[in-house]
């Protein structure tokens, strides 16, 4: 156990950088923080460099906490590192993991282009491990998930099924290469209601950009477009309330 009482401390100097994403590619590792998302990194038996908690928060706990990694910190360093307005006093220092494609393209998959707002990358991806699917694979301009905001949205979800960052065009090839349809999500002459989404197990879906949907260049690469037709007069739903509309569907028998 360590206990550190300085914000000047170079090992917390170093960890406040993470708070950027250019830092945390440096050094190769992120922050989760709240006792939830400690417990699932736990749970899922992933690496865990440092637990870091407060003193008030050592004492309430000791005997539960692995002491092999612990920092012990002040309040006020405890809360410079920390990225919520009422921090729980715990958080811990994950190593960041290269996950790449794997060998065989199975089960269903989800991926993200250009989907920008941290909530809505965190919501699809707990959303694509709620509904069973494969993976979730990252496009470019999406939102880091290794921010806080998404973290917290995808509520340990990263720990459950792989999350993949790469270039969509390389992915949708892929898929292709293995057989695999890959749907769009767009409203166009061709595009099918979702609920004719052909039944299969292996599948890939495209959830858009907020605002711009999925790029042109994209939708030219699918096998087919999906739309949810939408009696009322809004003119469009949230991206998360989307997918999950259209995830749920494909895993229907």
Same mark, same amino acid.
């Given at each position: 156990m360590e206990i550190i009482t300085s914000k000047q401390n170079p090992k917390m100097r170093e +960890? /406040?950088?993470?708070? $950027?994403?250019? #830092? /945390?590619?440096?050094?190769? /590792?992120?922050?989760?923080? &709240? #006792? %939830?998302?400690?417990? =699932?990194? !736990?749970? *899922? =038996?992933? =690496?865990?460099?440092?637990?870091i908690v407060t003193e008030a928060?050592? %004492?309430?706990?000791?005997? =539960? +906490?692995? #002491? @092999? +990694?612990?920092? !012990?910190?002040?309040?006020?360093?405890?809360?410079? +590192?920390s990225s919520l307005p009422s921090p729980q006093g715990i958080?811990?220092?994950?190593?960041?993991?290269?996950?790449?494609?794997?060998?065989n393209a199975t089960g269903k998959w989800l991926l993200l282009d250009e989907v920008q707002d941290p909530g809505n990358v965190g919501t699809l991806v707990r959303t694509a491990d709620a509904a069973g699917y494969q993976g979730v694979i990252i496009g470019e &301009? @999406?939102?880091d998930i290794y921010q806080p905001k998404v973290l917290r949205s995808m509520q340990g979800s990263h720990f459950h099924l792989p999350v993949i960052s790469m270039a969509l065009t390389q992915a949708i090839d892929w898929f292709h290469e293995?057989? !695999?349809?890959?749907? &769009?999500? *767009?409203?166009?002459?061709t595009a099918l209601p979702y609920y004719e989404v052909v039944r299969t197990n292996d599948l890939a879906i495209i959830m858009g950009n907020e605002g711009k949907g999925i790029r042109p260049e994209l939708l030219a690469k699918t096998t087919k477009n999906l739309y949810i037709p939408m009696p009322g $007069? *809004?003119?469009s739903l949230n991206v998360?309330?989307?997918a999950g509309i259209i995830l749920f569907e494909t895993i229907k028998k």
């Amino acid at each position: 156990m360590e206990i550190i009482t300085s914000k000047q401390n170079p090992k917390m100097r170093e +960890l /406040r950088k993470l708070a $950027k994403a250019k #830092e /945390r590619q440096r050094q190769g /590792r992120y922050l989760i923080e &709240g #006792e %939830h998302l400690i417990e =699932e990194a !736990v749970q *899922a =038996e992933v =690496e865990i460099e440092h637990i870091i908690v407060t003193e008030a928060y050592y %004492h309430s706990k000791e005997k =539960e +906490l692995n #002491e @092999s +990694l612990l920092i !012990v910190t002040s309040e006020d360093v405890f809360n410079s +590192l920390s990225s919520l307005p009422s921090p729980q006093g715990i958080m811990a220092v994950l190593p960041m993991k290269n996950i790449g494609l794997p060998s065989n393209a199975t089960g269903k998959w989800l991926l993200l282009d250009e989907v920008q707002d941290p909530g809505n990358v965190g919501t699809l991806v707990r959303t694509a491990d709620a509904a069973g699917y494969q993976g979730v694979i990252i496009g470019e &301009g @999406s939102a880091d998930i290794y921010q806080p905001k998404v973290l917290r949205s995808m509520q340990g979800s990263h720990f459950h099924l792989p999350v993949i960052s790469m270039a969509l065009t390389q992915a949708i090839d892929w898929f292709h290469e293995h057989q !695999v349809p890959v749907y &769009g999500t *767009a409203l166009d002459e061709t595009a099918l209601p979702y609920y004719e989404v052909v039944r299969t197990n292996d599948l890939a879906i495209i959830m858009g950009n907020e605002g711009k949907g999925i790029r042109p260049e994209l939708l030219a690469k699918t096998t087919k477009n999906l739309y949810i037709p939408m009696p009322g $007069k *809004a003119e469009s739903l949230n991206v998360g309330v989307a997918a999950g509309i259209i995830l749920f569907e494909t895993i229907k028998k």
